[in-house]
């Protein structure tokens, strides 16, 4: 193997090595997110609330992409992203009301 191609192995290497790192992040930020959203169910199945909040979900689908353009990511994949967590969330709430 020459010397770039060298280099470029080590370098994808340590890219993946950051890639599976943040994988482990987002695993483990997500599951903390889903412990206090099903803490919400609870105490919304608890209190006779609907599972869902459309004006608090807008603020926040805002709110992300916001942060989305300041990180520099695609706004519209971190819409599309929240949409998702927020329709797990949604059946999550509906499953402690049942």
Request: hydrophobic fraction near 40%; proline fraction near 4%.
């Amino acid at each position: 193997m020459n010397d770039t191609v060298s280099r470029a192995a080590d370098l994808l290497k340590e890219h993946r090595e950051s890639i599976d790192r943040l994988d482990a992040i987002l695993v483990f930020t997500l599951a903390e997110r889903f412990k206090h959203t099903q803490a919400v169910g609870v105490l919304k199945a608890q209190h006779d609330l609907p599972p869902s909040d459309p004006a608090r979900e807008d603020k926040q689908i805002a709110r992300l992409q916001d942060l989305a353009l300041q990180a520099d990511l695609d706004p519209e994949f971190a819409k599309k992203f929240l949409n998702f967590v927020i329709q797990e969330v949604i059946q999550h709430h509906k499953q402690h009301q049942s």
